[in-house]
C-alpha cells in the first residue's frame, strides 16, 4: 500500500499479484489489487476484485465502498445502463450504434493540424464551465491562460530553443488539463466532490464547534492509520501522518479533547518510532524525550515508562549502552507484567554484555529467565539462557555455559526455530572445547601440585641426607688421607734416622741410578 500512497501503482500492483499467487483468497491482496487497478483507471477489473473481496470477507466494510465507488465511476465514464434504450425490431440497431460511436472516438484521438486544434481549442469546453471549474479547481485559472495565449497569433507562430513551436507547447498544455479533467470525474463524482469540500469546511471551522463523536471518530482513525503504515513498513506516510495530525491537535482546546496533553505526548512517540525506522535517531531521541516531559508534566506513569522505553532503545541503537541501562533501570519500578520485566532485564543484561561487564549481564540474564518462566514464555525463556550462558563464557565458567546453552537449545527445538537452534550448536561446541581446556589446565595444575608436595616432603629430605651422608664420607675420606700422610711422614723420619746410625762412608748401592 505504501508504492500506491506513492502514487506508484506498478510496483503496487507487482505487490499485489505477488501476495495472490500462493493464496487466491488473501483479502488485503485482493483489496490492494483493486485498489491499485480503481487508481489505473480500469474500473471494470477493480470492480471484479472488490466484488471477489466482497464475497470472501462480507463483513469488511471496504470492499462495500469499492464495489459502490467502482460502479460509480464506470456510470460516469459510459453512463448508466438506464439510459441506453434497445429497441426490439429484430434488427442490428444497437450495434450500428455502437459502430458509430467506435468511428467517432478515433477521431477525437488524431492529431489535426494546427489550426483545426487551434480552432478546436477556441471553441467552448465540451462540459460547462461550471463544472469544468469545479473539477480543475485551482488548474482551472491555468487553462484559461492557456486559453488566452492561443489568441495571440505572434506568440504562437515563435518557437523554442528546442524548435517546438509556442503553440504546441501551450495545445498540449490544455490536452493535459482535459484529460486530467476527465479523469478526476471518472474518479470522484462532481456531486461527491463538493460535498466532501462542504463536509469538510463545516467539520473544521474555527468557529463551529466540533462533536465529540465526530473528534473522537477522527482521532480513532487517524492513530489506526498510523499504526497501519508503520507496520506495513511504511516509517515515512506514518511519520508524516502523525506530524499532520499533531499540528491538527495543536490547535483545539483541552475542552474540545480532554486527554489533550496525554494524546499529543502519544503522537510524539509514534514519531519518534517511525524515525527509529527511518534511521533517523537524533530526531527520534527529541521526539521520545518531548513524550517523556509531557508525560511527566501531567502525572502519566503508563507514558513515562513508554517513554523510557523508547528513549533507551535509541542510545542502545546508537551504542550508548551505559545510558540506555541508566534509563531502562529508572523504567523498572514502572514494569508491570512479568513479560515486560522480562524484556527490560534482558534488554539491560544484553548493554552490561556490550559493556564486558560480564557479571552484570549474567545477574540481569538470570532475572530475565526466572521472569520468563513466571510468565511461561519459551522464547524468553531461549532468550534470556543464552544470555546468562554468553556472560558466564565471558567469566570462563565453562561448565555453567554448557549447563545453559544445553538449556537454551532445548527451548529452541520447542518452538522449532532453526536458525536459534544452529547459532546455539556453534556457540555450545566453543563452549565444550573451552571446558574441555579447562579441565586439561586443572589436571596438569594438580599433577604438577602433587609433585611439588612430594619433592618437599621426601626426595628433599632423601638429597638432604645424600648431600650429608656424602660430605661425612667425604670429611672420613680426608682424615683418612691426613692420618695416612702422617703415617708416611714417621715413616720416612724413622728411616732417615736408620740410615744415619749406619754411617755416611757406605752409599746405598747404586744409588748414582735414577729411582
Known amino acids: 500500500m505504501c508504492y500506491l500512497k506513492l502514487g506508484d501503482t506498478e510496483n503496487s500492483l507487482r505487490d499485489a499479484e505477488a501476495s495472490l499467487q500462493n493464496d487466491k483468497t488473501f483479502s488485503k491482496g485482493l483489496y490492494q489489487k483493486a485498489e491499485t487497478l480503481y487508481t489505473m483507471g480500469d474500473f471494470e477489473f477493480a470492480l471484479v476484485y472488490y466484488h471477489r473481496g466482497h464475497k470472501l470477507r462480507p463483513e469488511l466494510q471496504k470492499f462495500r465502498l469499492g464495489i459502490q465507488k467502482a460502479q460509480e465511476a464506470i456510470d460516469n465514464s459510459v453512463g448508466s445502463p438506464s439510459s441506453v434504450k434497445l429497441e426490439n425490431k429484430g434488427d442490428l440497431f444497437f450495434l450500428s450504434r455502437q459502430a458509430e460511436s467506435k468511428k467517432v472516438k478515433p477521431k477525437l484521438q488524431v492529431k489535426a493540424p494546427k489550426k483545426d486544434q487551434k480552432q478546436q481549442s477556441k471553441v467552448g469546453p465540451i462540459r460547462n464551465e461550471k463544472t469544468e471549474r469545479q473539477l480543475l479547481g485551482e488548474l482551472y485559472v491555468d487553462k484559461a491562460y492557456l486559453e488566452k495565449l492561443l489568441k495571440d497569433e505572434d506568440l504562437i507562430k515563435s518557437s523554442t530553443k528546442h524548435g517546438m513551436t509556442v503553440e504546441d507547447l501551450i495545445l498540449g498544455g490544455i490536452n493535459y488539463l482535459d484529460t486530467r479533467t476527465e479523469f478526476w470525474q471518472q474518479q470522484k463524482p462532481i456531486y461527491a466532490r463538493v460535498r466532501d469540500r462542504r463536509l469538510m469546511q463545516q467539520r473544521w471551522l474555527p468557529e463551529r464547534k466540533r462533536k465529540p463523536s465526530e473528534v473522537a471518530r477522527y482521532i480513532l482513525k487517524s492513530m489506526e492509520e498510523i499504526d497501519m503504515l508503520l507496520t506495513s513498513s511504511c516509517p515515512e506516510g506514518s511519520c508524516k501522518k502523525a506530524e499532520h495530525v499533531l499540528k491538527t491537535i495543536e490547535g483545539w482546546s483541552e475542552d474540545e479533547i480532554p486527554n489533550r496533553n496525554e494524546l499529543i505526548g502519544n503522537l510524539y512517540s509514534c514519531i519518534g518510532n517511525a524515525q ?52 531502562w533501570e529508572e523504567k523498572i519500578p514502572l514494569a508491570k507484567t512479568s513479560l515486560e520485566k522480562t524484556w527490560l532485564f534482558h534488554e539491560i543484561g544484553r548493554c552490561y554484555l556490550e559493556l564486558d561487564e560480564a557479571a552484570e549481564a549474567q545477574d540481569y540474564g538470570e532475572k530475565s529467565l526466572q521472569s520468563a518462566e513466571e510468565e511461561g514464555d519459551v522464547e524468553w525463556q531461549l532468550n534470556a539462557s543464552v544470555l546468562v550462558a554468553q556472560a558466564q563464557v565471558k567469566l570462563q565458567d565453562f561448565q555453567s555455559a554448557v549447563t545453559n546453552f544445553e538449556k537454551a537449545l532445548e527451548k529452541a527445538k520447542l518452538i522449532h526455530n532453526d536458525a536459534a537452534m544452529q547459532a546455539i550448536i556453534i556457540a555450545l561446541d566453543d563452549a565444550n572445547k573451552d571446558f574441555i581446556e579447562e579441565l586439561k589446565a586443572e589436571q596438569r595444575a594438580e599433577r604438577l601440585e602433587s609433585l611439588r608436595d612430594y619433592d618437599y616432603d621426601d626426595e628433599y629430605k632423601e638429597v638432604e641426607d645424600a648431600e650429608d651422608q656424602q660430605e661425612r664420607e667425604e670429611n672420613k675420606q680426608k682424615e683418612i688421607e691426613k692420618e695416612e700422610n702422617e703415617r708416611n711422614g714417621r715413616r720416612e723420619e724413622e728411616k732417615e734416622e736408620t740410615e744415619g746410625e749406619k754411617g755416611e762412608d757406605y752409599p746405598e748401592p747404586h744409588q748414582d741410578l735414577p729411582e
Open 276 to 327: 527509529i525506522e527511518m534511521g533517523q535517531m537524533g530526531a527520534a531521541l527529541q521526539s521520545h524525550k518531548m513524550d517523556l516531559e509531557i508525560a511527566r508534566e501531567n502525572d502519566l506513569p503508563d507514558a513515562v515508562s513508554r517513554a523510557l522505553d523508547n528513549i533507551g532503545r535509541v542510545y542502545a541503537r546508537i551504542g550508548k549502552f551505559q545510558q540506555a541501562i541508566d534509563t
